[in-house]
Nanobody, 124 residues
Framework: QVQLVESGGGLVQAGGSLRLSCAAS????????MGWFRQAPGKEREFVAC????????YYADSVKGRFTISRDNAKSTVYLQMNSLKPEDTAIYYC?????????????????WGQGTQVTVSS
């Protein structure tokens, strides 16, 4: 089991920045691919970004590429999502998730553990 707790969400103006954190406990954090997903009101949850176990490779949805950066600190069992140049359409609940797959994954069903989510609201 891996327990995940997100933090860092909030209200920000368009063009601003936020940094989300996801702290993990339980089974070895460094053995999991880590991802961020988001769910906007009335929409399905969608993939945002993921990072491989060592942190050597990252993958992003086209909608956030160039604006968001995923990173991890295995010593602190924490994964981060730095979000810059935020847009109103980035408003959503953001979830972190852990997967036992080795290579990048963007489908919800490929992730085994999920956090409760943190709200990000971007005002225009």
């Amino acid at each position: 089991q891996v327990q995940l707790v997100e933090s860092g969400g909030g209200l920000v103006q368009a063009g601003g920045s936020l940094r989300l954190s996801c702290a993990a406990s339980g089974r070895a954090f460094s053995s999991h691919l880590m991802g961020w997903f988001r769910q906007a009101p009335g929409k399905e949850r969608e993939f945002v970004a993921c990072i491989t176990r060592s942190g050597s490779s990252t993958y992003y949805a086209d909608s956030v590429k160039g604006r968001f950066t995923i990173s991890r600190d295995n010593a602190k069992s924490t994964v981060y999502l730095q979000m810059n140049s935020l847009k109103p359409e980035d408003t959503a609940i953001y979830y972190c998730a852990a997967s036992q797959y080795l290579s990048w994954r963007s489908a919800e069903k490929e992730y085994d553990y999920w956090g409760q989510g943190t709200q990000v609201t971007v005002s225009s």
